[in-house]
């Protein structure tokens, strides 16, 4: 994997050279690396962001994306961003995690109480704040993209949590994740996503967890044949970029590449949704049921997870309780 990192890195440090000398115009194009295909609701929506990016800072700023985990998985490009061979990352707040606390309070299951309060969050002072929160660990967040809400699938419905019983479930890194499945009864397994089609496939792991369009959109939906809309938690993506490139840029390109990343946001709203409701037919047709679980006993099975947080973590559960007081 070390080895993969420094090829990738002395690939992208050669495009970066080339690109400079060979322009003398002081245009700057950042890299931007995520790990859906191009079908992806988010890749479409940075793609617009790219666009107006451009025409906002009459092309002084690009942004050249790159999906498919082509230059490696989540971990490995915040790494790559970190060292300063990657600009920027769409991943999301279960991966940030490990970058900074704060994005575990979006990792804890029903702690929003319907979408519009997830969107007051996201899009209000709290949510501002947690963007901003991992700056000194070498970037910030400039946007959230709306993402769903997270499901358990495998090859049985789950009803009741007792149906997660020793199975073993990929999880994303994240300590709060991991947390949630061991509340449920099942044994979580970290996974990186590009590694999960094959994990399935094999019963390296029995199960897994994510949203509609990423099931269909990954084709997990070829081997897992029950989704059961448990709706766990509402994990944001988020798109972040290194505080080296960010404050290179003059304070008029660096609003416009935040006005930008926030119409993007808004535009993914519709584009979710719609992507939502196909992805959901495409996997209807190949065959995957969609089942109704019993919420209520998710909810209950979870709220130790809150009162161990009150205790362990008073800073953390701080930021839950003005989470929760938000309209
Ligand atoms: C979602 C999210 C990705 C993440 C993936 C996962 O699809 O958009 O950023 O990597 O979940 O479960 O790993």
Same mark, same amino acid.
């Given at each position: 994997?070390?080895?993969?990192?420094?090829?990738?890195?002395?690939?992208?440090?050669?495009?970066?050279?080339?690109?400079?000398?060979?322009?003398?115009?002081?245009?700057?194009?950042?890299?931007?690396?995520?790990?859906?295909?191009?079908?992806?609701?988010?890749?479409?929506?940075?793609?617009?962001?790219?666009?107006?990016?451009?025409?906002?800072?009459?092309?002084?700023?690009?942004?050249?994306?790159?999906?498919?985990?082509?230059?490696?998985?989540?971990?490995?490009?915040?790494?790559?961003?970190?060292?300063?061979?990657?600009?920027?990352?769409?991943?999301?707040?279960?991966?940030?995690?490990?970058?900074?606390?704060?994005?575990? /309070?979006? &990792?804890?299951?029903?702690? *929003?109480?319907?979408?519009? !309060?997830?969107?007051?969050? #996201?899009?209000?002072?709290?949510? +501002?704040?947690?963007?901003?929160?991992?700056?000194?660990?070498?970037?910030?967040?400039?946007?959230?993209?709306?993402?769903?809400?997270?499901?358990?699938?495998?090859?049985?419905?789950?009803?009741?949590?007792?149906?997660?019983?020793?199975?073993?479930?990929?999880?994303?890194?994240?300590?709060?994740?991991?947390?949630?499945?061991?509340?449920?009864?099942?044994?979580?397994?970290?996974?990186?996503?590009?590694?999960?089609?094959?994990?399935?496939?094999?019963?390296?792991?029995?199960? /897994?967890? &994510?949203?509609?369009?990423? *099931?269909?959109?990954?084709? !997990?939906?070829?081997?897992? #044949?029950?989704?059961?809309?448990? +709706?766990?938690?509402?994990?944001?993506?988020?798109?972040?970029?290194?505080?080296?490139?960010?404050?290179?840029?003059?304070?008029?390109?660096?609003?416009?590449?935040?006005?930008?990343?926030?119409?993007?946001?808004?535009?993914?709203?519709?584009?979710?949704?719609?992507?939502?409701?196909?992805?959901?037919?495409?996997?209807?047709?190949?065959?995957?049921?969609?089942?109704?679980?019993?919420?209520?006993?998710?909810?209950?099975?979870?709220?130790?997870?809150?009162?161990?947080?009150?205790?362990? &973590?008073?800073?953390?559960?701080?930021?839950?309780?003005?989470?929760?007081?938000?309209?």
């Amino acid at each position: 994997m070390n080895m993969r990192k420094n090829v990738l890195s002395a690939v992208i440090g050669t495009a970066l050279t080339v690109g400079f000398s060979a322009s003398a115009f002081a245009a700057t194009t950042f890299k931007l690396s995520h790990n859906h295909n191009r079908d992806h609701a988010v890749h479409k929506a940075m793609t617009e962001m790219a666009k107006e990016v451009r025409e906002l800072t009459d092309g002084e700023v690009r942004i050249r994306i790159y999906p498919d985990a082509q230059l490696g998985t989540q971990r490995e490009s915040m790494e790559l961003m970190q060292n300063g061979a990657l600009d920027m990352v769409k991943t999301n707040a279960a991966e940030l995690e490990a970058f900074s606390s704060d994005y575990s /309070a979006f &990792n804890l299951p029903y702690l *929003f109480r319907d979408q519009q !309060h997830y969107f007051n969050v #996201k899009e209000g002072p709290v949510g +501002e704040q947690i963007l901003a929160s991992s700056r000194d660990s070498g970037f910030i967040g400039l946007t959230y993209y709306e993402a769903g809400a997270r499901s358990f699938y495998t090859s049985k419905p789950i009803i009741n949590p007792e149906d997660l019983d020793g199975m073993k479930i990929r999880v994303q890194p994240s300590p709060t994740a991991i947390n949630m499945v061991k509340s449920l009864g099942g044994s979580p397994t970290p996974l990186a996503y590009g590694e999960l089609y094959t994990a399935l496939q094999q019963g390296v792991v029995d199960a /897994a967890e &994510n949203n509609i369009p990423s *099931f269909s959109l990954s084709r !997990h939906s070829e081997v897992s #044949k029950y989704f059961s809309l448990d +709706e766990h938690t509402m994990v944001p993506d988020v798109l972040v970029i290194s505080t080296k490139s960010f404050d290179a840029l003059s304070k008029e390109n660096q609003a416009a590449l935040k006005t930008a990343a926030m119409n993007s946001m808004q535009l993914m709203k519709q584009l979710w949704a719609d992507s939502e409701q196909q992805e959901r037919a495409k996997a209807e047709k190949m065959g995957v049921k969609f089942v109704t679980p019993n919420k209520p006993a998710f909810v209950e099975a979870v709220q130790p997870m809150y009162a161990d947080l009150a205790k362990s &973590n008073p800073e953390l559960s701080a930021l839950v309780e003005e989470i929760k007081a938000v309209q």
